[in-house]
């Protein structure tokens, strides 16, 4: 192992609780050992990944967030101290689980409040009493987004929080110490109370401007800390004052008003939600109470790109804040967002910091700390930020949550590695029938369906039309804050080559005589760019690929055609590099779609607001000429620059989203010849991770006269 991680592989105490490493695993929605968004029980899948990631050598795990009382349960048991078979499980499981040497400190938490996700029906609940009323024995809307105050939901804005009553705060406080005890009896070896962070319902409670109560838990400093401090002493009292309670902690909230956050960047703001000065008091006080470790970050929903930092997010954002609470508390202080486990070393070994919380990286690469401690740091599979796996909620302007049902019953499942929280569904299967396998298009689909199948036994062959290996990917990595994605690639031509993937270097594929000797054929060829030959002077456009990968020259105007992700994407780019971006969309909102995480969109969003980029929503290009276009939309005009060079044009086609058919397709080739051996991946990924889990889809033995490669449903 290279000696700059040696402080990670050093013990450390919360309490009189030993861990054998600096690395936390950081809870994640979905890992949850008791269910997620579900009745209560032992959740067999969180706690095979857990278990895994605990003899991958992670020091502490933290499962994902419990709430204290089943947000959607089964009626007479929706309390989690409530069911005793579950915490039979648990003891048992506890056994195997220590052998690791790991521990293990369960996140109990209050509830979401105000950030509660809400979709369509359960807006339709919040809103409705009598509807509300009559499913609340198994599914209470109301209860489950009630605040500290009446208070908007920060993913429907016109739903209302309504305030918990004094009864039924007291109600959980006890429940939060009858679970603890519970647990503890279980073997487990600490909770972690979720959460004086990132605008839960606890954080709801301690913030002056979204508490308004006027009872014991509003108004003064004390009050509206009397929440989260009655949790600690009921737990001290029920199952001891030596059992180990850590705090999730936001050190400031980064909020400047509901639904608007800062940039990493921006300091001349007022703060809607904690700032420093109180912070330093709450940290103090909330030690005093009982508390014995804080894991810390920023942010609030209202900011959540800083509790879940997307590529855009500088590395170690919240390191300097973290840092500086630890001036004011003896507890053991650990440190939440991008860290860099070099950087959280260095700063281990000098006192500044106790401990590194990484999340995603552990759904990515479950052999990431291994690969340190052999010295194989360079084979680690990176994290790209991209939330498309693990975290995929999602809204625009007017919407509430618009993420799948599938994607919100399943967290914790990850872009580039479909084996995690999932290892049943896709895993290898060696085949019993090795097949030749030619493979068009070495992008990142192409290489991962290789690797798949070489995995499996059998050997592929890439043809690639170009002299190297990404694809599309070369594209939306080009980015000056696309690092995690280059690295990926890298990574891709490493396994690659590690595997001896043989690969056809400038070969395109156009007639069928090139695939003779295969058994099998797959098409990853991506997709194409969107041509609107229906708006006069279209062909002075560029694409994506032009402007970022091949890097045409540009004036310091660019204009967009589309507001979505990659178009805000690249403009951001632009911004950084000191050119004036403009965006023309369609839709009410820049990033109107599904699956595209809001810590993503919401940066993107208050990035161009803050950078006062020209946005015309509800709006199209209805023709392009030399220095000028025009602009139809809710108030019509004619957009000139004053440059001789004229606006650079970009079509906002999505990138990684076919929006026509190609003549010239291979699969369409294929298909025209009478050629039945085809798997085409690309015609239907829109992602990344679509594309990785097709190719891992590849699993199944056909029957006699079908295709080898059939994705397992």
């Not at 909770?191 to 990132?198: D, N």
């Not at 003064?220 to 949790?231: A, G, L």
């Not at 199948?453 to 990404?470: A, C, M, S």
């Amino acid at each position: 192992m290279n000696e700059k991680y040696n402080a990670l592989f050093t013990p450390w105490k919360i309490g009189n609780v030993e861990m054998k490493n600096r690395i936390v695993q950081c809870s994640m929605g979905g890992t949850s050992l008791f269910g997620w968004m579900e009745p209560n029980h032992f959740d067999k899948e969180a706690a095979y990944f857990l278990l895994n990631r605990a003899q991958d050598g992670v020091g502490l795990i933290l499962p994902g967030m419990q709430c204290i009382r089943d947000p959607l349960g089964i009626p007479g048991r929706k309390w989690l101290y409530q069911n005793d078979q579950m915490f039979k499980q648990l003891k048992e499981y506890m056994v195997e689980f220590h052998k690791t040497g790991a521990k293990l400190f369960i996140q109990l938490a209050a509830g979401m409040g105000r950030s509660m996700a809400i979709n369509g029906w359960m807006t339709m609940l919040a809103k409705n009493n009598f509807l509300n009323k009559i499913v609340s024995p198994i599914v209470d809307v109301q209860y489950i987004c009630a605040s500290a105050s009446e208070v908007p939901n920060r993913w429907k804005e016109d739903v209302m929080s309504r305030p918990l009553t004094v009864k039924e705060i007291q109600d959980m406080v006890h429940a939060f110490g009858k679970t603890a005890k519970k647990l503890r009896a279980a073997g487990v070896d600490g909770v972690e109370i979720h959460a004086v962070h990132e605008g839960y319902l606890l954080d709801q409670f301690t913030m002056a401007n979204w508490n308004h109560r006027t009872d014991q838990y509003g108004g003064s400093f004390e009050n509206r800390f009397r929440f989260p401090v009655e949790i600690v002493q009921e737990i001290k009292r029920q199952a001891g004052a030596d059992f180990p309670v850590s705090l999730r902690y936001s050190v400031v909230s980064k909020t400047k008003a509901w639904g608007k956050g800062a940039m990493p960047y921006e300091t001349d703001f007022e703060e809607f939600g904690r700032d420093m000065a109180e912070s330093e008091k709450a940290v103090k006080y909330l030690e005093e109470a009982g508390y014995d470790m804080f894991n810390c970050d920023n942010g609030t929903y209202d900011a959540w790109y800083w509790a879940h930092p997307p590529q855009y997010m500088p590395d170690n954002c919240n390191l300097e804040y973290v840092e500086h609470i630890k001036k004011f508390t003896n507890c053991p202080v650990v440190c939440a967002g991008r860290m860099d486990p070099v950087k959280a070393a260095e700063e281990i070994a000098a006192g500044r910091l106790d401990a590194v919380a990484i999340a995603r990286q552990n759904l990515v690469d479950h052999e990431w700390i291994h690969k340190i401690l052999s010295g194989h740091e360079d084979e680690i599979k990176p994290c790209i930020r991209c939330h498309n796996g693990c975290f995929n909620f999602a809204k625009f302007k007017g919407t509430a949550n618009i993420q799948s049902t599938q994607d919100s019953l399943h967290l914790g499942r990850c872009a580039l590695n479909p084996t995690t929280m999932q290892h049943n569904k896709y895993k290898i299967v060696p085949t019993k029938s090795p097949k030749k396998v030619a493979i068009i298009g070495a992008g990142i689909g192409g290489m991962e369906c290789a690797l798949v199948l070489k995995q499996r036994g059998h050997t592929p062959v890439i043809f690639e039309k170009t002299n190297e290996l990404g694809g599309l990917f070369l594209t939306a990595s080009a980015m000056s804050f696309k690092e995690n994605d280059k690295e990926l690639i890298e990574w891709y031509k490493k396994e690659v080559e590690k595997q001896g993937i043989d690969i056809r270097f400038n070969t395109e594929v156009t007639d069928l005589g090139t695939m003779r000797g295969f058994d099998e054929i797959i098409v990853a060829t991506g997709s194409v760019p969107r041509t609107m030959p229906m708006i006069p002077g279209f062909e002075k456009t560029l694409t994506f690929t032009e402007l970022l990968k091949d890097k045409k020259e540009v004036g310091d105007k660019v204009l967009f055609i589309g507001g979505g992700q990659s178009s805000c994407e690249a403009a951001y780019d632009l911004i950084l590099q000191g050119k004036h971006p403009i965006i023309v969309e369609y839709a009410g909102d820049l990033v109107a779609a599904q699956a595209t995480c809001l810590a993503n969109t919401s940066f993107l969003r208050d990035a161009m607001e803050y950078h006062k980029v020209p946005t015309y929503l509800h709006s199209t290009i209805t023709a392009i000429r030399d220095g000028s276009v025009t602009v139809k939309g809710e108030v019509p005009l004619e957009m000139t620059s004053e440059s001789s060079r004229g606006f650079s044009m970009i079509t906002g086609v999505e990138l990684g989203e076919e929006k026509e058919p190609d003549a010239n397709r291979p699969s369409l080739i294929l298909r025209r010849a009478g050629n039945g051996r085809l798997w085409d991946i690309a015609k239907e990924s829109g992602s990344t991770m679509d594309a990785i889990r097709k190719a891992n889809g590849f699993q199944e033995e056909p029957a006699a006269g079908q295709m080898l490669l059939i994705p397992v449903s």
